[in-house]
């Protein structure tokens, strides 16, 4: 990638590129490495995830200046924490759009990796040769959830300590180790002053992990090279563009869209996503409703539908292991996602029944968010703006028809179904369309002549080997 | 590749573009780090404080106290005519940082200052009556020996200046404000 001659003509960039040569390694690869040249607004979201991690480091970092992580009580009863979470707000200057920016940002910053996984999803972004760029991803992912959390705790309020408490408890569905692991988090037998210090340190330190594996993350990028929405491979330089000037600018204006939507959220409706109740501090009481922040929900969810225990020949899994597992499950199938699809064709605009089985995924992953938000025993409902559309009842004897809980197995079982079942047996049976033979064809005109091309690919298998 | 930068059909238009598109950047990440350096400035709690009321009351001639704000200590000496008279009589001395006395009260009787020394800050003795005072009769810096007069002028050791006078206003004849004035 690096050339052997630095690229710069000033004597000082040359100089320094010259005993260090990094700045030739980023001009290189913003004006050499090849682009597939008809990448769509869906492939914004990388740049847009990544300039929202760099927003949440450079914020979280002036806020933990003014944070302290005491639960120590004031004489008003009030904890340290969210004390200084107030200071923030009110005495601090500008404190108040630093504290919204950060946790408006983090909810904008999992829309954007949300849009990016699903895009990889639709393209088959993670197939051959990408899985490693995929894995990478769901790590990202994971380390995300977990620094959400994390710093969602610290705020010390009603919802903060429900949040401590109940997840840390998931903790000890684990057989043997679980009550140790518990005792490790806490620092103690309970939600308190230990584990409110060691969330902050976490909190400071995750965020420069998950940086590093950003890095490798668009190392890895840089040498499989972009999908596109074709899914076509690269044939020749006519179907490339570089980054730079091409997807700067597609991508700044991209960012643009996206800053102006999340910024008018910060200045208009900074709480329009946060639970009300977090806004008090916390009496170590558990509220009757618990509920994480709306992009946990669907996790949340697959976690808590398990109400039953299963029986193996005697051995017993409780349902509380059983929600935790799938918890688990529910992120750990996404690292097998590359062997677990059969097909070749990479993208669903050629893929009609996957395409299907993909908006199913979408609609469970929405399904999954609402029955997480609700109560369990309940009938479960749709909230439209105009009231609840009612998709369960009561019956005469008191149960109830379609509650939240049944919503939520079965779609719980789409998600896993949709893995582990229709991935490997839509790739066998389904007939793909026809594949353009190139990036350019549909587009230019070829030499051979288009028609041609196009009839010569039309074979059952057309991904095998192009290249 | 279809084209690269340097082979545009309007090179021009692609230089206003980049030069433009970074100059907004520039100004945009010029306003956020304001914002940001801002949030590091004295809050408001902390900016606003700092200002105390000491009652002067019960304190004998030649004898003094240590106020304290947040951090910062006073001392406040009521002087007796001997140390004012001294205080005066040596305005003519040769002193590393000169200021006549008259200067550095509001009332002859009641010195007033920061104590902390202007050397490394370290708070000097002799505010109250049995404290040592050094070769001049006001205060003595343990630290590094410095001597300041009745009047907290540096006259002898390493500090480089007199010991500072804050800002302060009588608001009656036995109470004080210090950290503002009037």
Known sequence: MAGSRSPFTNPLLKGFDERLPILRAVHYSMTQHAYPKNLNYWWNFGSISGIMLLVMIVTGLFLAMHYKPSVQEDTYGINQAFRSVEHIMRDVKGGMFLRYIHSVGASFFFIAVIFHMFRSLYYGSYKAPRELLWILGCIILILMMAIAFLGYSLVWGVMSFAAAEVITQVFTAIPVLGDDILMLLRGGEDVDDALLNRFFALHFLLPFILAGVVILHILTLQTVGSNNPLGVDIKSKKDTVSFHPYYTFKDIFGLSVFFTIYLAVVAWAPERLAEAINNQPTDYNLPSHIVPEWYLLPFYAILKVFTWDLNIFGLVITGKQLGALAMGGSLGVLFLLPWLDTSPVRSARFRPLYRLAFWGFVLTCVILALVGAQTSGEAFFIPTPFGRIPLGFEAENGFVWGSTQQWGVLFMLYYFGFFIVLMPVLGLFERTRTLPASISEPVLPSSQGAGAVAAAVAVAKPMAKAD | ?182
């Open chain 2, 1 to 182: 590749m279809a084209d690269t930068p340097n082979d545009v059909a309007n090179p021009d238009r692609r230089n206003f573009l980049v030069l433009s598109t970074m100059t907004m950047a520039g100004i945009g990440a010029a306003a956020g780090g304001v914002g940001l350096i801002r949030t590091m400035t004295p809050t408001r709690d902390v900016a606003g404080g700092g200002v105390i009321e000491v009652s002067l009351e019960g304190i004998s001639e030649g004898s003094g106290i240590i106020a304290t704000a947040g951090r910062k200590k006073y001392s406040i000496r009521r002087r007796t005519a001997e140390e004012i008279a001294a205080a005066v009589a040596d305005d003519a001395s040769p002193m590393r940082d000169p200021q006549p006395d008259a200067d550095r009260v509001k009332r002859p009787e009641w010195l007033v200052l920061r104590l902390q020394c202007p050397h490394l800050g370290c708070p000097p003795q002799g505010t109250a009556a049995g404290e040592k005072r050094g070769e001049y009769g006001g205060y003595f810096c343990p630290c590094h020996n410095s001597q300041f007069d009745t009047s907290g002028r540096i006259r002898k050791g390493p500090s480089p200046a007199n010991l500072p006078v804050p800002k302060y206003f009588f608001a009656s004849d036995d109470m004080i404000v210090i950290g503002k004035e009037a």
